[in-house]
C-alpha cells in the first residue's frame, strides 16, 4: 500500500517523502483512515512501530483547511523526551505545510513556551505537569481543542499522572475527537478509555511484545559481578552503540563513573538532571560521540534513537512491560538489535514475570566465571524441583566460542547500517522552547 492511498495533501505527502518512509506500518494503515473521519481510536501497537506518524499525519490533514493561530490539537506524553520526539516528527513531516507545534514540558524556562502558547501554534505536545504550571495563566486556553492524543496512556498512569489528567481534561471541550495510545488497553487504562473514548474504532497491531527484529540472551550472573561481565563483553564483542539500564539513578551514576574510568566514551541520563543535560547526553549518543548511554527506565519509552546495536540490562526491569519498552529501543523499524539482561539470583522472579509475558524462555548464555549454579537461585520453591535437564530447555547453555561472548547474542557488526529516516534541516519554529 502507498501513502498516496490516503489522500493526504501533497505537502504533506511531501514530509512523508523526506523521511524516506516509502510505505505505510500496519498501524499506519489501520489508524490514518478513521482518524481522518473524524473517529475516536484506542490504539494498541508495539514500540517502533510507527505509531506517532500514525496520528500526526491525519491529525495534521484535518487541521490543514482550518485557520491558524489557534491551537486545536494537544498530545500528552508521558515524559519529556517522548514530547520533544513526537514535536520534532511533527516539524519534519509537516515541513511543507504551515501547520506548526510546540513543545510543552518541565525542565526549561517557561518563557519561550508561553510564547509560543500565544501564538497560538496548531498542535502542542506536552508532559502534565508543565501544562498545567502554563494553565494557572491566562495566556493558555483549552477550550479550542478539537483532537487530544494520549500518547502512551499505561505509562502516563504508571507514573501516578490521573489526577493531573482529570485537571487537564476538565479544561477541554467535552466534544472532541479522542486518541488513545498505550501498550496495553487493561486495568486503568481500560477504565480511562471508557472515560473519555466514544464510540471509538479500536487497531491492535499484534500481540505487545518486544520488536521482532531483536536477539536475547540471559546472563546469569551475580550482583557483585555485573560490572565485571559489561566490561568482559565490551571487550569480547563489538556494541557500537549500546543503551544500558539501571533500576536507580544513583547506580546509573556509579556505573558511568566506573566505565568512564576504563576509558570508556560514556553519557547518562536519568531524572536527577536538568532537561539541558538530558538533552545533550541524547544527542551525544545520537552522533555516535558516546559509545554507551548509561540510563534508568526514563529513557525507555518513545526515544527514537537509530541504530542502537545493543540494549543491555544491566538490572532486570521490574515489569515486563519496561522490558518490551527497553528493548524497543533497538531493532527499530524491523531492523536487528539485541538485548542483553544481566541476571542476579534475586532477580530471577523479575525474569520469569517477563517470560511468562513474552510467551517463551528467553535463551541463556552463560559466561564462565560470571554465572552462578542454579541452585543458588532464589526461586520460588515449585519452580526448583522442576528444573533438571530436559524440563527447562531455556537453560540450555551457549558455549561461548572463538573471541566472542555467547555466539549470537553478542554477534559482531551488528547495528548500524539499519535504515535512518533521512531528517531534514530543523527549522526554527515558534514553539521549540528551550
Ligand atoms: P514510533 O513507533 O512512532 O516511535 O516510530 C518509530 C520509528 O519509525 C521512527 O523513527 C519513525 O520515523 C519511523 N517510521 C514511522 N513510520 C514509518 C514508515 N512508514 N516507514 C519507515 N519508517 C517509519
Do not use: W
Not at 120 to 141: K, Q, S, W
Not at 227 to 251: H, M, N
Not at 338 to 364: K, M, N, S, W, Y
Amino acid at each position: 500500500m502507498e501513502f498516496s492511498r490516503f489522500k493526504l495533501n501533497p505537502d504533506l505527502l511531501n514530509g512523508v517523502q523526506d523521511m524516506g518512509y516509502t510505505r505505510p506500518t500496519p498501524i499506519q494503515e489501520q489508524a490514518i483512515p478513521p482518524i481522518l473521519e473524524g473517529r475516536d481510536l484506542s490504539g494498541c501497537a508495539q514500540t517502533g512501530t510507527g505509531k506517532t506518524a500514525a496520528y500526526l499525519l491525519p491529525v495534521v490533514q484535518l487541521l490543514l483547511p482550518k485557520p491558524r493561530g489557534t491551537t486545536r490539537c494537544l498530545v500528552l506524553s508521558p515524559t519529556r523526551e517522548l514530547a520533544i520526539q513526537v514535536d520534532e516528527q511533527l516539524v519534519a513531516l509537516a515541513y511543507y505545510t504551515p501547520v506548526r507545534g510546540a513543545p510543552v514540558y518541565g525542565g526549561v524556562p517557561m518563557y519561550p513556551q508561553e510564547t509560543a502558547l500565544r501564538a497560538g501554534v496548531d498542535i502542542i505536545t506536552a508532559t502534565p505537569g508543565r501544562l498545567l504550571d502554563h494553565l494557572r495563566f491566562e495566556y493558555l486556553n483549552l477550550s479550542t481543542i478539537e483532537i487530544l492524543i494520549l500518547d502512551e496512556a499505561d505509562r502516563m498512569l504508571d507514573m501516578g499522572f490521573m489526577p493531573d489528567l482529570q485537571r487537564i481534561l476538565s479544561h477541554l471541550p467535552a466534544k472532541r475527537q479522542n486518541l488513545l495510545f498505550s501498550a496495553t488497553l487493561e486495568g486503568d487504562v481500560l477504565h480511562l478509555t471508557k472515560q473519555i473514548l466514544h464510540n471509538p474504532v479500536h487497531v491492535q497491531i499484534g500481540r505487545v511484545a518486544p520488536a521482532s527484529g531483536i536477539t536475547h540472551a540471559i546472563y546469569p550472573v551475580p550482583q557483585k559481578r555485573k560490572t565485571d561481565l559489561l566490561l568482559a563483553l565490551l571487550r569480547r564483542t563489538q556494541i557500537p552503540s549500546g543503551l544500558v539500564f539501571t533500576r536507580t539513578r544513583e547506580r546509573a551514576s556509579t556505573l558511568a563513573r566506573v566505565l568512564r574510568g576504563q576509558r570508556l566514551r560514556v553519557g547518562v541520563i536519568h531524572s536527577g538532571f536538568g532537561q539541558p543535560q538530558r538533552i545533550d547526553s541524547l544527542n551525544s549518543f545520537r552522533r555516535g560521540q558516546v559509545q554507551l548511554l548509561v540510563a534508568t527506565d526514563v529513557a525507555s519509552r518513545g526515544l527514537d534513537i537509530d541504530g542502537i546495536s545493543h540494549v543491555i540490562n544491566y538490572d532486570v526491569p521490574r515489569s515486563p512491560d519496561d522490558y518490551i519498552h527497553r528493548c524497543g529501543r533497538t531493532a527499530r523499524q524491523e531492523a536487528h538489535g539485541e538485548a542483553l539482561t544481566f541476571v542476579a539470583p534475586e532477580e530471577l522472579r523479575d525474569l520469569q514475570a517477563i517470560e511468562r509475558a513474552v510467551g517463551h524462555p528467553l535463551p541463556r548464555v552463560n559466561l564462565p566465571g560470571f554465572d552462578y549454579p542454579e541452585e543458588t537461585a532464589d526461586e520460588p520453591a515449585g519452580r526448583k524441583g522442576r528444573s533438571g535437564p530436559g524440563q527447562r530447555r531455556h537453560h540450555a547453555r551457549r558455549k561461548p566460542s572463538g573471541g566472542r561472548a555467547g555466539s549470537q547474542p553478542a554477534s559482531a557488526g551488528s547495528g548500524p547500517g539499519r535504515r535512518r529516516p533521512k531528517r531534514r534541516r530543523r527549522r526554527k519554529s515558534p514553539g521549540t522552547g528551550g
